[in-house]
């Protein structure tokens, strides 16, 4: 059974960073996309970052480019944030989308594309 856990988050103050990690097992997969989502209280749950398992394809969203990085290693992918602000609090959760081969750079920003989930993890930005 394929299982995401995330560690990282918390609290920091506005202009700080905060790294958030995902571990991926239980699973071998052809190809697939490992994304980022973020939902704050009230709004829907929106992509942040992804790349495809390559690593060589990545996407991020308007509102956190130049301030956010996506990575992988074995069986994992980091979320560096930095330069935070208050709109970025939400709970962020790590997602999996598993892709045919032919299909690994289209990576999709609807969250019911992807098939695989986190149990998400809070980050806080205090102003």
């Known amino acids: 059974q394929v299982r995401l856990v995330e560690s990282g988050g918390g609290l920091v103050q506005a202009g700080g960073s905060l790294r958030v990690s995902c571990a991926i097992s239980?699973?071998?997969?052809?190809?697939?996309?490992m994304a980022w989502f973020r939902q704050a209280p009230g709004k829907e749950r929106e992509l942040v970052a992804a790349l495809n398992w390559r690593g060589g394809l990545t996407r991020y969203a308007d509102s956190v480019k130049g301030r956010f990085a996506i990575s992988r290693g074995d069986a994992e992918n980091t979320l560096l944030m930095s330069s935070l602000k208050p709109s970025d609090t939400a709970v962020y959760y790590c997602?999996?989308?598993?892709?045919?081969?032919?299909?690994?750079?289209?990576?999709?920003?609807?969250?019911?594309?992807?098939?695989?989930w986190g149990q998400g993890t809070q980050v806080t930005v205090s102003s």
């Open positions: 997602a999996v989308d598993i892709r045919p081969l032919y299909l690994v750079d289209d990576i999709q920003e609807d969250a019911n594309e992807y098939d695989y």
């Open positions: 239980g699973g071998t997969f052809e190809a697939y996309v």
